[in-house]
């Protein structure tokens, strides 16, 4: 069954991501007192009162002449053509203004299902301006005076919408109804509890990418050229992504979600909104398997580069490292390899693509390398072969006798994927010295397809006592 589409549109600053937020009942949107802060479309399956539906969160329409805006308005409004239901909401401490008319009239020519909310009602005095509103000629049962901050008349707007909403054809236990009540601040849930298990409980096979860079180097145009259509608002000015944005996309068979990440800046340069966007990244990078770090190819690499690199390492992703705005000169590129090369040399085994979202220049080869680094970090070497290989290197390069005391490998297996974990079992593992661990794991990608993950080292007594080891 195809979900109805509710869609919240309405000049910036009413309050829809805050609706948004309290019909999902956490925060997902990023909520601001300054205009705009939502820019692109933010989409979310939700149940009302047992009943499904997909609410669309847009961008604040506002006429002005800033082409950020202009892009915005352009985007919400083709997402209220494509909805089944529209609330338009307007700010009830407000008098009505001919952008509000306009716009309403505008919608009401669509022939939806369109309802008037009337957000920052919060208390009957201020109920008094609510009938200024009535001039739009709405019939009153479609007239929702609300306060989302003080959650009063939230729930009549919610009865509402249940009933233009078809019933679940699944039935739902008596748990998952919701309950739409004041809610203190909410924040996502840890999903790193299990140390032993950290990534494979949310992750399943689906592939999720986080697009991580500098502001203005094209997240949101590699984001667009990736899903083959303009999902993410494009704009020369610096920043103009502050709420992450989900995409989910099918590829050779395989489920990706995108998530095209605010741009990151200097933390004494982050002001407003966009200190709860850095926030928000760093979320979104603790549930992503796969970050595209996206340098622009076009200036030299900065400091932030490496710092912003560094929380790919931090999270231990498995990484692409991407040029945009690239060109086609090949001596050119060899200095840029060898430069990030040597600025990142935390991320060694992360490959280098070179693309351009405006030409779509290796996009389809970005694609397929995505697949495959996703692969790499969720594969699982088979005991026997770990065995073998150990031992190779073992006979190549033998184990150091730290003050005339023998070491010695039992044997190897791998008991984690995303990132792959390997625990060497020794008789004296605290005395393992960390560049024999960096032989075993170039040795290791010598002999095994690890292109694009780090590879953790853990070396372990019989007891469980361990000593552990990562990329050196």
Do not use: C
């Not at 939230?154 to 699944?170: A, D, Y």
């Not at 590699?222 to 610096?238: D, F, H, K, Q, T």
């Not at 693509?353 to 694609?367: E, G, N, P």
Request: charged share 30%.
């Amino acid at each position: 069954m195809e979900l109805k589409k509710i869609a919240l549109i309405g000049q910036p600053n009413v309050g829809k991501s805050s609706l948004f937020n309290r019909i999902l009942k956490k925060r997902v949107a990023i909520v601001s007192d300054v205009s705009g802060t939502t820019r692109d479309i933010r989409k979310q399956e939700i149940t009302i009162f047992d009943r499904p539906a997909l609410l669309l969160d847009t961008g604040g329409i506002d006429e002005t002449n800033d082409a950020i805006f202009s892009n915005v308005k352009r985007m919400s409004v083709e997402t209220a053509k494509m909805a089944d239901i529209i609330l338009f909401m307007v700010d009830g401490k407000k008098l009505p203004d001919d952008k509000d008319r306009e716009l309403f009239y505008e919608l009401q020519k669509l022939g939806i299902t369109l309802a008037l909310v009337i957000n920052k009602v919060d208390n009957d005095k201020e109920m008094e301006r609510v009938w200024e509103f009535y001039e739009f000629g709405i019939p009153s049962e479609r007239v929702f005076p609300i306060s989302v901050s003080h959650n009063r008349g939230t729930r009549k707007l919610l009865e509402w919408l249940s009933e233009q909403l078809p019933e679940n054809e699944e039935p739902i236990s008596e748990d998952d109804d919701i309950e739409y009540e004041e809610d203190d601040d909410m924040a996502l849930e840890d999903l790193l509890e299990d140390e032993e298990n950290p990534k494979e409980q949310i992750i399943d096979e689906n592939i999720r990418v986080a697009i991580i860079g500098r502001p203005n180097v094209g997240k949101s145009s590699i984001l667009n050229a990736l899903v083959g259509y303009e999902r993410s608002v494009v704009s020369e000015v610096a920043g103009t992504t502050i709420d992450p944005v989900d995409e989910e996309y099918e590829y050779n068979g395989k489920h990706i979600t995108f998530v095209d990440t605010a741009g990151l800046r200097r933390r004494g340069r982050i002001e407003g909104i966009e200190k709860f966007a850095l926030m928000r990244t760093n979320e979104m990078l603790e549930k992503a398997n796969v970050a595209l770090l996206i340098l622009d190819a076009s200036k030299p690499l900065a400091d932030l580069d490496e710092k912003i690199a560094g929380l790919v390492d931090k999270f231990a992703l498995g990484t692409i490292i991407v040029l945009n705005k690239w060109d086609e000169n090949m001596d050119t590129y060899e200095k840029m390899v060898a430069e990030v090369r040597r600025r990142f040399k935390f991320l060694h085994y992360a490959p280098i693509i070179a693309v351009s979202a405006k030409t779509k220049r290796s996009i389809d080869r970005l694609k397929d390398k995505i697949v495959q680094v996703h692969e790499n970090f969720s594969q699982r070497i088979p005991t026997s072969q770990l065995n073998k290989i150990i031992n190779e290197a073992v006979v190549r390069h033998s184990l150091p006798s730290p003050n005339g005391r023998l070491l010695r490998i039992y044997y190897s297996t791998q008991y984690k994927t995303q990132p792959p974990t390997i625990a060497l079992i020794m008789n004296r593992p605290s005395l393992l010295h960390f560049s024999y661990k960096r032989y075993l794991i170039n040795f290791l990608r010598e002999n095994l397809n690890f292109e694009g993950v780090p590879i953790h080292l853990v070396a372990r007594s019989k007891h469980g006592n361990e000593e552990e080891g990562g990329e050196q």
